[in-house]
């Protein structure tokens, strides 16, 4: 099992970007997904998280801002940032806990990161 992400870039302040991970390989199922992100010197933080049914949780500093979603279908999960401000700037990983076989077994698994610059 795989988690790929891709979307980031440079962008200017109050600009707009999407992530996108997807999630290959040997999957049965898919449970939480989510996107962190880590800025130099600081600690990982969750940024958003999804539940399979779309329920969705944010951080403070990015709620009104920030919107995740889901495709089941696609096991992809999605991070539309809007209104980017400079302190937005990490490198943004994605989350999910997958199971590849049955009974069901979760496993944490993590993207490779992808890096979003806020800058003029």
């Known amino acids: 099992v795989q988690l790929q992400a891709s979307g980031g870039g440079l962008v200017q302040p109050g600009g707009s970007l999407r992530l996108s991970c997807a999630a290959s390989?040997?999957?049965?199922?898919?449970?939480?997904m989510g996107w962190y992100r880590q800025s130099p010197g600081k600690q990982r933080e969750l940024v958003a998280a999804?539940?399979?049914?779309?329920?969705?949780n944010y951080a403070d500093s990015v709620k009104g801002r920030f919107t995740i979603s889901r495709d089941n279908v696609k096991n992809t999960v999605y991070l539309q940032m809007n209104s980017l401000k400079p302190e937005d700037t990490a490198v943004y990983y994605c989350?999910?806990?997958?199971?590849?076989?049955?009974?069901?077994?979760?496993?944490?698994?993590w993207g490779q990161g992808t890096l979003v610059t806020v800058s003029s």
């Open positions: 989350n999910a806990f997958i199971s590849n076989r049955w009974p069901l077994a979760w496993r944490e698994y």
């Open positions: 390989g040997s999957i049965v199922s898919i449970n939480g």
């Open positions: 999804i539940t399979p049914g779309g329920s969705t």
